[in-house]
């Protein structure tokens, strides 16, 4: 069974930047266009970038020009650069595959706050 398990998350200041990791194990996921999604407080679980099995990635607007996703094939590892972070990116990050979901993971929590 392939798992999912993020990491990177935690408590940082408005401004301030986290660098999320997610590691898919069991298989390779080269193949496979992957995306990040946050479940805010209160809110749905919504994606906020993707990147295909070729490296071209897609953001959704709130983070585009503060987010970069990218990929590392060969450690089965996609990643989330996370700068200028704002109290409204507080949430429980996820990652999945875009098309044939897996289980989800555990996520990891990011809360930014003073």
């Known amino acids: 069974q392939v798992q999912l398990v993020e990491s990177g998350g935690g408590l940082v200041q408005p401004g301030g930047s986290l660098r999320l990791a997610c590691v898919a194990s069991g298989s390779a996921f080269r193949i496979n266009a992957m995306g990040w999604y946050r479940q805010a407080p209160g809110k749905q679980r919504e994606l906020v970038a993707s990147?295909?099995?070729?490296?071209?990635?897609n953001y959704e607007d709130s983070v585009k020009d503060r987010f970069t996703i990218s990929r590392d094939n060969a450690k089965n590892t996609v990643y989330l650069q996370m700068n200028s972070l704002k109290p409204e990116d507080t949430g429980v990050y996820y990652c999945?595959?875009?098309?044939?979901?897996?289980?989800w993971g555990q996520g990891t929590q990011v809360t930014v706050s003073s």
């Open positions: 990147i295909t099995s070729g490296g071209r990635p």
């Open positions: 999945n595959r875009m098309l044939t979901r897996l289980p």
